[in-house]
């Protein structure tokens, strides 16, 4: 879910010996990246399937989305008259209407190539000088929405609110045709095309009638069919932090809370289905850690450090990212309860989801049938290992791990509609750790260390008595030097009498 062109490909990102992290800079794209085709469904509109050779069907295509009011219309073969004999659908029923798509599975920074055939009305209501000239409509893609602090869709007068990223006017051909009966349209010879970089994941399409014409030509707007779509797929994002993984969830095509989105799929272990994207699903090493302590070596002879070594490996996933963030957003950032101890990762918050990923996550493995496997998708992995090394006079041992993850996007689906874009970093089953067994020279400051006495108390004999000030506490509460109770004779400060056991201790050096 990057922003900008800058995915590679998953065989990249563990090849040869060089351990990759997070940190790295986007992997330049090949100079002729192919385009791939987009699935889309229902693109040739045959569903809902109309029969009438006369009249069209005011609905909206199965899979496909309108705009409140609906006004679109499904048009049978017999009566869009299209060349390959496919149904088609109006952008006008009693007034200019709006068709929305999403192209599910294009992340942003992708390059958009979207084709379809257009046709003025064959509608027998059309009149003559409607379609004479052609129609015309518009094509859009939008900019990603902003949500609110509460994780709602930024509204306005009870709409969302979205910015149109590029748009591009269309007008069909004309055709000539006889009043009161069903035209013959007129069909583009070859394609059109709207072609766009996507600015967000599953960009929003729109097809949308410029035909705002009173009655009879209310219902007589422009013909769509054959809608296809490709892609120049963007490249991995190798920037993105473990803890600030992206989403974005939708009720059909629009926007909702991640939280409304998750209610539906955590009911039941298949309440939801979860398709893993291969090509953005991969291993990788993270950045190198050290565990444990630097053992330093400042004697005269090799010395063996022996130790235990325990290493935690944590999931990450963006639906317990953004519950936390939800939950916490009006909370003190140094509010003790907002440690984020309380954030619990996805197998135990959402049990039923995770199993929902597991799942994807073996099918895009290869094991289809989820049968027993030795590379089950993990949400966490603790470690020891029992270690010893020698280290030379003069150097430092030293433990590092690197911990290989895997990074899971896809999406989750529910029968109802509901879609939810996730991104997950498991650790990974099928690549191992990096444990490093480590010695080296000291540093300077270590050298210097090293070289220092051995920390003591100060006593008087041996070489460390400080001054002691003019007046100071003796045995009994009397002062040196100071004024005693009546009756108490003064006694002179002298070698003989002073009391050794008063010496001050000095701090220890460094």
Not at 266 to 288: E, H, K, L, V
Request: proline residues 8%.
């Amino acid at each position: 879910m990057p922003i900008g062109p800058i995915r590679t490909p998953a065989s990249y990102v563990l090849g040869g010996a060089v351990a990759l992290s997070l940190a790295f800079a986007a992997t330049p794209a090949a100079a002729e990246d192919p385009w791939t085709p987009v699935a889309v469904e229902n693109s040739d509109f045959a569903s809902p399937p109309v029969a009438s050779a006369t009249n069209p069907t005011a609905t909206v295509p199965t899979g496909w989305y309108g705009a409140n009011p609906t006004r679109l219309q499904v048009f049978s073969a017999a009566l869009a008259n299209h060349p390959r004999r496919l149904q088609a659908v109006s952008l006008n029923s009693d007034g200019p209407g709006r068709l929305r798509q999403r192209l599910w599975n294009v992340n942003a920074g992708a390059q958009v190539r979207v084709r379809f055939s257009d046709s003025a009305s064959t509608l027998g209501s059309c009149s003559p000088a409607e379609v004479a000239g052609g129609q015309k409509y518009r094509v859009s893609a939008y900019r990603e929405t902003a949500y609110d602090a509460a994780g709602e869709p930024a509204r306005a007068a009870g709409e969302i609110v979205r910015t149109v990223q590029y748009t591009q006017d269309y007008t069909t051909l004309g055709y000539t045709k006889a009043a009161g009966t069903v035209g013959s349209g007129a069909w583009s010879p070859a394609p059109r095309v709207f072609e766009f970089t996507a600015a967000e994941d599953n960009p929003l399409i729109v097809f949308e009638s410029l035909e705002d014409n009173p009655q009879p030509d209310a219902s007589c707007g422009p013909l769509l069919a054959a809608v296809s779509v490709e892609e120049q797929a963007a490249f991995i994002d190798h920037r993105i932090e473990q803890n600030k993984l992206p989403w974005s969830a939708y009720n059909g095509v629009d926007e909702i809370s991640l939280a409304s989105a998750a209610q539906n799929c955590r009911a039941a272990a298949n309440a939801c289905r979860f398709t893993a994207d291969p090509r953005y699903s991969y291993q990788f090493y993270g950045s190198n850690r050290i565990l444990d302590y630097a053992y330093l070596n400042c004697t005269r002879n090799q010395v063996v450090d022996r130790r235990t070594v325990t290493w935690a490996e944590e999931g990450f996933d963006s639906i317990s990212q953004e519950a936390g963030r939800v939950r916490n957003a009006n909370s003190a950032d140094q509010n003790p309860a907002n440690t984020g101890e309380d954030d619990a990762g996805m197998q135990s918050a959402n049990p039923n989801m995770f199993k929902q990923v597991a799942a994807g996550f073996q099918r895009n493995e290869g094991n289809s049938g989820l049968a027993n496997t030795t590379n089950p998708l993990t949400a966490s992995r603790s470690t020891t290992k029992q270690v010893e090394q020698a280290v030379q006079p003069g150097e430092a041992s030293w433990i590092e791990v690197q911990p290989a993850r895997e990074r899971i996007e896809g999406l989750f689906r529910s029968p109802g509609g509901i879609t939810i874009d996730a991104m997950f970093d498991f650790p990974s089953g099928k690549v191992p750790d990096r444990l490093y067994e480590r010695t080296g020279p000291l540093t300077q400051d270590e050298k210097k260390h090293c070289l220092t006495e051995r920390p003591l108390k100060v006593t008087p004999d041996n070489g460390g008595t400080r001054s002691l000030p003019a007046a100071g506490p003796l045995r009994g509460g009397s002062l040196r030097g100071g004024p005693l109770p009546d009756g108490l004779p003064r006694v002179p400060a002298s070698p003989q009498n002073r009391d050794t056991r008063l010496t001050e201790l000095s701090p220890a050096r460094p």
